[in-house]
């Protein structure tokens, strides 16, 4: 980015060099002595004793070299002229480094605007390698002067074209960022700008740059953008030419698109727009029988539908539209591709009949906790029946945690995992389809009779599909609607209401699981970093599942009733759009966003639940609920038969029949203790009952 700046101690030779100069745009003259009258722009005169002062406050770059051509000076002259020289340079430099330093942390505005743009511009060009809080701030300042509509100085335009010229736009994620800003300095139109931003961001082959800087993105793109960006993303993404690169290549585009969003933004309903990227290239791909391509998308597409649709219709959905299509490939082509022939054993009932647990990854999050409990009640009760080991696909798309695994191994049962063994590394585009033929020769080679597997993965849709074992379970952990041909048997631990094809079972989950020991001073602690006596309110899970307009407006009546109330949204997710509707509903001054928390501690921090109407928050709730603490969940299907049912004068309290009745209920909780006494004593019993009580075993269930 360097002009070459030299400075001269005869003007003569100056004069020569600049006339003679193949690169007259790119290299300075700097020339001591009289104003020669003839020289051209390129050649200016400084002379030696204002070179302090000039080069202090001049846009030119700094000089690099010394010509001491044409003059009799000793050698011992020259060496003390380069020393004050170079002295000069350097508190030159130290005095602009000052200046940078102090606008790094001033507030654009528009009277600084031209001198912050002109002095970041210039650290820039006199830098080959600006860090990343330079270019953030330049970012900051010429996204404040587009928004802004305000006039940059000519000096700045011709500074900007100059660096521009030598920008080598592609090096680095820095170099994508600061054309981008010097392109918006330049009065390009936006689309434009943004067209060659996302054309170079696409092209961009280092891809922990990008993650390391993403902040930069962001600047750009918040989260308030976020389906600006996929949609704009993907057009430079996915061009024509998408189905004639490499798999490689096809992967990388859809790992910037998905996994990227998924480290820097926030989940939220805005995900869809990914899927909607994303589905038209997965019937492409369909089409051209593009298997492991397929099977690469699998997770994206799940994780964004599933972040807006997570409704059983919105599931059922899912599972025709990308199950079934993936379910007829591998039955019409890859079965015969891969020449796989069913599993045809039989389970033997005299011997231990091997069961393969088929996980997906193992982390600290509600299926774990529900697959773990499990386990745990099965090593202390072993049956001589069967034999259970544990295969964790261990996708590391996701990837498991270490400290989680040691967790799951103290158990005792047999664990596999399946990614280090025929992967190895944590190479992210690793042969998915190569992965999967391999685990299905595994399980096959060590006799595995019966897998139980879950839905989040393809894996799953191949092994069940290419019938793997004899006997094929399909666990749902809320997904009711997947479903394959070869799936024999459909189990769900709790409730499973009408579902017919479901053999439901209970976990004896240990009392302490859900309320262990807390530290009540630390509950105290939160409770008083709030309003002084606020009664507190609300939830723990993902913030989508409050993004619900008619939720947001019960709580808003709720709240303005009871004036001394303040409402906790814990847990991660976009809350720009909440944080909108409050302010709307007039309850932003007292709602509040802890962030990703401690259940257990807030558990009690919580004085009533208000569980939300459309997405259960599920195991969260179960936590809270076994705490014996109170809430409320909308459920209209009460009979008039119920209601004369003597569990009805504390269940009523439990269980609103309508959005109206809940506000009433909760208003009635807020203000009458001795009825939350009442209702938390009815209820305690039957929650302890319901915790231990096992109506079906697991083993009852999985078997014929």
Known sequence: MKQVSTYYFNPQVALYDALHSENSVDTLFFYDGVFLQEAPLNCI??????????????????????????????????????????????????????????????????????????????????????????????????????????????????????????????????????????????????????????????????????????????????????????????????????????????????????????????????????????????????????????????????????????????????????????????????????????????IDNSKKIKVAFLIDRVIPYSIYNVFYSLLESLSKAPTAEYEFIIYNLNFIESGSLDETVQELKELGFKYVDLHKEYVGDEYPFYEIIEKTLKVRDRLIEEKIDMIIGFNSRPEYNFLFTTRTAPKQIYWSHGNNEYDLENIDKKIAHGSIGDRLDFDSFSINMEEDYYNPHVDMNEVKKIKDSYPKDSFILGTIGRLIKIEDDEYLQTVASIMKKNPQTIYLACGSGKQESIKKRIEQLGISDRFFFPGYIDTHVYGHVIDLWLEPFKISNGESLNEYMYKNRPYIALWNEWSEKDKLKESYLYDKYVWPYSIQNYIDVADELINNKELVEFVLEKRKPINEEALKQINKTFLDAIKD
């Open 45 to 346: 005169n400084v002379p030696i004793g204002t070179f302090f002062d000039y080069f202090s406050k001049t846009i030119h770059p700094q000089i690099i070299k010394l010509n001491f051509d044409g003059v009799g000076f000793s050698d011992d002259t020259k060496e003390q002229i380069a020393q004050s020289i170079t002295q000069a340079i350097d508190s030159i430099k130290k005095q602009k480094e000052d200046i940078v330093n102090t606008f790094l942390d001033t507030d654009v505005c528009a009277s600084n605007l031209n001198v912050m743009l002109l002095v970041f511009l210039q650290y820039v060009r006199d830098n080959e390698e600006p860090n990343k809080d330079i270019i953030l701030k330049l970012l900051t300042i010429t996204i404040f002067f587009k928004e802004h509509i305000l006039t940059i100085e000519p000096i700045i335009i011709e500074l900007s074209t100059s660096i521009l010229k030598h920008l080598q736009r592609d090096k680095n994620i820095f170099n994508i960022h600061l054309n981008y800003a010097l392109e918006l300095i330049q009065g390009l139109p936006l689309k434009e700008v943004e067209a060659e931003y996302f054309k170079l961001l696409s092209e961009h082959q280092t891809i922990l740059d990008i993650i390391q800087n993403f902040v930069l993105i962001k600047t750009i793109f918040n989260q308030d953008r976020f389906k600006e960006y996929i949609e704009k993303f993907s057009l430079a993404l996915f061009d024509d030419n998408f189905f004639e690169s490499s798999t490689l290549e096809q992967k990388k585009k859809i790992f910037k698109l998905y996994y990227l969003s998924v480290l820097k933004y926030n989940r939220s309903r805005d995900y869809i727009a990914i899927y909607k990227v994303l589905y038209p290239i997965f019937e492409k791909a369909i089409q051209r029988e593009l298997d492991e391509l397929i099977f690469y998308m699998y997770t994206p597409l799940l994780m964004s539908w599933d972040e807006t649709a997570p409704s059983q219709d919105g599931l059922k959905e899912f599972n025709d539209k990308i199950e079934k299509p993936i379910e007829n490939l591998i039955k019409s082509k890859l079965i015969k591709k891969y020449d796989l022939k069913p599993n045809k054993k039989k």
